[in-house]
């Protein structure tokens, strides 16, 4: 997987991952084209769009898009689950999640991220094992360490 | 605002967060957002230190600040030192801010190193992760270079935890994918394969990334992984839908590990070792059938899932292409979906089938789903569904079914989506001229293409259909016959009137027989276009009227009249008036007979690639169709300005791809740019009147002189005489018993002036004394004529001057016919022209010189040569030869005395071409080594400027 972004309907991005080095004006380029096109398809389109030398995997959860733009040899489908374990993930850990939860707790969203991926690629996929590392990173939170 | 759920709430970032959430513009945004810059900016700065948590709080707030998309400056030192806290939740934050706002600033990157390095060694697992997500998001060189050591030994450890390996496998993998050659797998490769063994699934899943990375860069180091996903595969495939716990997903056995086994297997041919292929078809035989049974869940993630496999397994099967059954099972399988309810599905299906179409043992089979795949261009809603329906119909198109299926683009084109149509008449094109069993049916297809979409027919289209209209002599007349038809309606494209004027031109006389296309009529219905159209199709229309001329002397009148009139002969445009006031004179002064050998017929284009195919794939690049291009991204415009017959007709193994033409007559035309359709198009330059070659569209281009005997072929020595004249101007060019040449030239910029001095060395006049140059097309000539009479004894002079339009390689031909006492002497020479008499010399600083010098390091812009020093290693002799090149010596420039630097552009009318060379004198091996570096990709020039190396 190359990046991962999530936005809103109203176009603003709620998180953006990328996996690839790209500066900061390639990756706002990106992100704006990418928003623009995929807010203009209609609810009933094909989840997959080709979009310059990648394929862009995309689902709508509520008000929020999920993108992700994987490589040409990457399976579709598999990407679209990938997408829906870390809704999964994010619901579990915020208890129904909203969008509201994201932009608030924006850095758990990450935290969530980087424990489900990794330099785009899965590192785990059992829903139990990522949560389980993300509650004890919570507990770990003000404990403190002799250094 | 949401109660913050877990963990310890940042109360004064929920506020911030708030605040921009309530801001009603865009302006207030900004405000609020300096406002909070200025005070953590004051905070930072300030005398009192801040504790961690403060610390936190800002660099978070300034990390939301930069993802709402403004830039941050500064805070990057704070954020390093919270990495040292000892709370963990402060190293967390200063971790994500460091991985989302990476800076290059070498200080820093070496305090981050630092706490990294801490983190890896304090054997806490999760302090370990965090350092090892941090390396993986940043994946910079400098970390590369800090860390691709320690990791693998992380990897493979046996005390480390299953959470640390799996962060360490895809942290590797990035840093792999960064810098492959500072990760180094050597000694741990065999363990680092056996991670596929792994009790753990996950950490199988994520080893499996990182070992098909490597896999695929280094099939032979890792091929024992082979077995081993044969085996996991087949222990997963063979579970049931609970065995796996949580690594089941909506029932359906470890997915993702699935999916990346048989991905991993795709970097590798079928397994050698029977047991282990037959293990392996047999778990594809399971996830064919596994994918007909009915679904455990109506949940579209089961079948998502389930598919997800499916299709994976699909790519192996095709990329194997060994296994007839399993690809004609998997055609099927893949035919239900073309018809399912979910679009995704659909679009799968359709992607997969594309490259089904390719294999032997599974095209029939794709082939039965033809009415579906039309009915899904038809009918599908999502044009992203309908283009990959267009791209199988173009792939399962054969002989059999071509018919149809072109039939069904066209209709489709009508209303299909601008966004396609291109590349839809491209294809259109291409598959009309692949499978035309009769000629009349491809006319008809490419002109229904024009009617259709003229807007998106390109220039190599329409040039295409009157290569073949030229070249097969059974199809002209029903091609004169339907465009003469297709121009009757009232509004007709331009490309049909360019196809119409042009195709008339040439075979209006095969239908001239019935009245109601009567010369007449064919004509005025041409000059009926003629005011709406463009300066280039008027230009080509004017060259029809003059071939019908000569077609139709009945015409003459007529057309003469339209020729002079003032629209015509004062065209402010300086083409179209040249143009009419030539073909005027033309046609006044000039006997039928020299008409008809002046406008006579095009001869057949000589074969070669499709430039329609070349153009498809330039834009879909190599994997659009089966021909891979050399250096697709290389190339210029196939009709770009100055690029006329360069690389992108050059005869490649693929030009008989098309197998199309291959028992059309070629004539004896040789492959060189003159003779391209893309040339004979181009404009003709300013002073295009000659008598030799007139580069004009409709002029055959051979030598229409009233000479009855053919040149003579250039003699034997005649390049060594052009290499004499490589670094000088003038000299004895030729000399034989009766006659002696000289020359004196002299070049300014792209253009030349050359005298040549005819000395009869006998005391007997020569009759018919009478010269001719044909140039290639890159160059144009323009030469005085002499008297056909040289008294004995005598010299006379001729001059001739040159225009080098764009880079060539022949140097034009000099052909020189006269009698001497009856007998005919027949003499062809090279001019010596070569590209570098158009060299302007450039002086330029040795810091200039080096810094291009570096900068062009392509393979193709460069050429080197080592040669024997045949005339010697004088500086002297050295220096003058180089001069005479055009070059500008550059003294002071290399830091090497011995070496000589020189700079020079190239000017031709398209482009300028900047040069630098260097010689580097090697006094003991009596050898130079001469390197010339060009400003331009084009091998043409590199060749050209060998060979002049070579004669230095």
Redesign the interface.
Same mark, same amino acid.
């Given at each position: 997987m190359q990046f991962m972004l999530l936005f809103s309907r109203q176009g603003k991005?709620r &998180? $953006?991952k990328w996996?690839v080095?790209l500066s900061?004006k390639e990756r *706002?380029k990106i992100s704006r084209d990418l928003v623009q096109t995929i807010l203009a398809r *209609?609810p /009933?389109?094909?989840?997959?769009?080709?979009w310059r030398?990648l394929k862009i995997v995309y689902k709508r959860y509520a008000s929020l898009y999920f993108c992700c733009a994987v490589e040409?040899?990457d =399976?579709? &489908?598999?990407t &679209?689950?990938?997408i829906?374990?870390y809704v999964e993930l994010l619901d579990k850990? +915020?208890?129904s999640v909203?969008e509201?939860?994201i932009?608030? =707790?924006?850095? /758990?969203a990450?935290?969530i991220l980087?424990e489900f991926l990794?330099?785009?690629?899965? $590192?785990?996929?059992? /829903? /139990? =094992?990522v949560l389980k590392?993300i509650e $004890?990173?919570?507990l770990? $939170?003000?404990?403190? +360490?002799?250094? | 605002m949401p109660a913050v759920s877990k963990g310890d709430g940042m109360r004064g970032l929920a506020v911030f967060i708030s605040d921009i959430r309530n801001c009603k513009s865009k302006e207030a945004e900004i405000k609020r957002i300096n406002k909070e810059l200025a005070n953590i900016r004051s905070k930072f700065k300030g005398d009192k230190a801040l504790d961690g948590y403060s610390k936190k709080k800002y660099v978070c707030k300034l990390l939301f600040i930069f993802l709402l998309g403004h830039d941050i400056d500064f805070g990057h030192m704070e954020a390093v030192n919270l990495l040292s806290s000892n709370k963990y939740t402060e190293k967390q934050i200063g971790y994500l801010f460091i991985s989302v706002l990476v800076n290059s600033n070498s200080e820093l990157i070496r305090l981050i190193n630092n706490a990294i390095k801490n983190d890896l060694s304090s054997r806490n697992p999760t302090f370990m992760c965090l350092a090892l997500h941090c390396i993986a998001n940043v994946g910079s060189r400098e970390m590369a270079e800090a860390f691709a050591g320690e990791i693998p030994r992380i990897l493979v450890a046996g005390d480390t935890m299953d959470s640390v390996k799996q962060s360490a496998a895809l942290c590797l993998l990035r840093l792999y994918k960064a810098s492959p050659d500072l990760v180094l797998m050597g000694e741990w490769t065999s363990r680092v394969v056996h991670l596929l063994n792994d009790q753990h699934m996950g950490v199988v899943t994520a080893a499996i990334s990182l070992i098909t990375c490597l896999s695929s860069k280094n099939p032979d180091e890792f091929k024992t992984c082979v077995s081993l996903a044969v085996s996991r595969l087949s222990r997963i495939v063979s579970s049931a839908s609970t065995d796996l716990q949580d690594y089941t997903y909506y029932f359906v056995p470890a997915p993702w590990l699935s999916c990346k086994l048989l991905r991993l297997l795709q970097c590798y041919p079928p397994p050698e070792d029977g047991a282990v292929k037959g293990r392996l078809v047999e778990c594809l035989e399971t996830i064919l059938n596994k994918a007909q049974e009915p679904p455990k869940s109506k949940k579209v993630q089961h079948s998502n899932a389930k598919n997800a496999i499916l299709f994976e397994a699909i790519s192996l099967i095709i990329h194997y292409d060994s296994e007839p059954n399993l690809l004609v099972r998997a055609c099927n399988q893949l035919g239900q979906f073309l018809q399912h309810r979910e679009t995704n599905l659909r679009y799968l299906a359709l992607e997969s089938m594309c490259t089904l179409a390719s294999s032997e043992f599974s095209h029939e089979a794709v082939k039965t789903h033809i009415e579906t795949v039309i009915n899904a261009l038809k009918t599908e809603r999502d044009v992203s569904v309908r283009q990959r329906a267009a791209d199988l119909l173009y792939a399962m198109c054969d002989r059999s079914n071509a018919k149809q299926i072109v039939a069904e683009m066209l209709s489709y084109l009508e209303t299909a989506d601008y966004s396609i149509r291109e590349e839809m008449v491209l294809k259109v094109a291409i598959l009309a001229e692949k499978y035309a069993v009769d000629y009349s049916w491809y006319v008809d297809t490419i002109l229904n293409l024009i009617r259709i979409a003229g807007d998106y027919v390109s220039e190599e289209v329409w040039y295409r259909v009157i290569q073949i209209v030229i070249n097969r002599d059974d199809v002209q007349g029903y091609a004169a016959k339907t465009v003469f038809e297709a121009l009757q309606a009232p509004a007709c494209h331009e490309n049909m009137v360019k196809v119409g004027g042009y195709i008339l031109g040439e075979f209006g006389n095969l239908i001239a027989g019935d009245p109601r296309s009567s010369p007449l009529v064919q004509f005025n219905l041409l000059h009926s276009k003629f005011h709406l159209c463009s300066v280039p199709t008027r230009a080509l229309l004017l060259s029809a009227y003059i071939k019908f001329i000569n077609l139709f002397p009945e015409t003459k009148a007529t057309i003469q009249e339209v020729l002079r009139s003032d629209s015509q002969i004062r065209n402010s445009d300086v083409e179209l008036q040249q143009r009419a006031v030539e073909y005027l004179k033309l046609s006044s002064i000039a006997s039928t007979d020299v008409l008809a050998t002046v406008l006579e017929e095009m001869p057949p284009f000589p074969e070669r690639e499709s430039s329609i195919l070349a153009k498809l794939k330039k834009k879909k690049g190599p994997g659009a169709v089966s021909v891979e291009l050399e250096d697709g991204k290389e190339r210029g415009e196939l009709n770009g300005g100055g690029d006329r017959g360069g690389d992108a007709s050059t005869p490649s193994p693929s030009a008989d791809l098309l197998g199309l033409r291959s028992t059309a007559p070629v004539s004896g035309t040789t492959p060189s740019a003159g003779s391209l359709l893309v040339d004979v198009f181009s404009e003709a330059g300013p002073s295009a009147t000659s008598a030799g070659v007139n580069d004009d569209g409709f002029l055959s281009s051979a030598p229409p002189t009233v000479a009855s005997e053919d040149p003579a072929p250039p003699l034997p020595e005649s390049d060594e005489l052009l290499n004499k004249f490589v670094c000088k101007n003038n000299g004895v060019l030729f000399e034989n018993q009766l006659l002696q040449i000289g020359i004196k030239s002299e070049y300014r910029q792209n253009l030349g002036r050359m005298y040549l001095f005819y000395g009869n060395k006998t005391s007997v006049q020569f009759v018919s004394f009478n010269t001719t140059v044909s140039c290639p097309g890159e160059l144009q000539s323009h030469i005085l004529q002499l008297e056909p009479l040289v008294e004995g004894g005598a010299q006379v002079q001729q001059v001739i001057n040159i225009e080098c339009l764009t880079d060539f390689i022949d140097a034009p031909l000099l052909n020189i016919k006269f009698r001497y006492g009856g007998a005919l002497q027949n003499i062809s020479l090279k001019l010596p022209v070569t590209i570098n008499k158009f060299f302007q010399p450039t002086e330029m600083a040795a810091a200039d010189f080096f810094q291009r010098w570096k900068q062009l390091s392509q393979p193709q812009q460069e050429a080197q040569k080592i040669f024997k020093a045949s005339h010697g290693m004088d500086t002297e002799v050295l220096k003058a030869k180089l001069l005479g090149l055009g070059t500008a010596l550059l003294e002071n420039v290399d830091p090497n005395p011995e070496n000589y630097v020189c700079a020079g552009v190239i000017q031709t009318k398209a482009q300028q071409v900047g040069c630098l060379l260097r010689l580097e004198p090697n006094a003991q091996a009596q050898v130079h080594t001469h390197k010339c570096i060009l400003l331009d990709s084009r091998l043409i020039m590199c060749h050209q400027c060998k060979s002049i190396l070579n004669s230095c």
């Open positions: 991005l &998180l $953006q996996y080095p900061d *706002k *209609k /009933k389109m094909c989840s997959f769009l080709e030398d040409d040899q =399976n579709e &489908l598999i &679209l689950e990938i829906h374990r850990y +915020f208890g909203c509201l939860d932009i608030f =707790n924006f850095e /758990k990450y935290f980087d990794l330099g785009g690629e899965a $590192q785990e996929t059992s /829903k /139990k =094992n590392a $004890q990173a919570d770990l $939170q003000e404990c403190t +360490f002799p250094v | -």
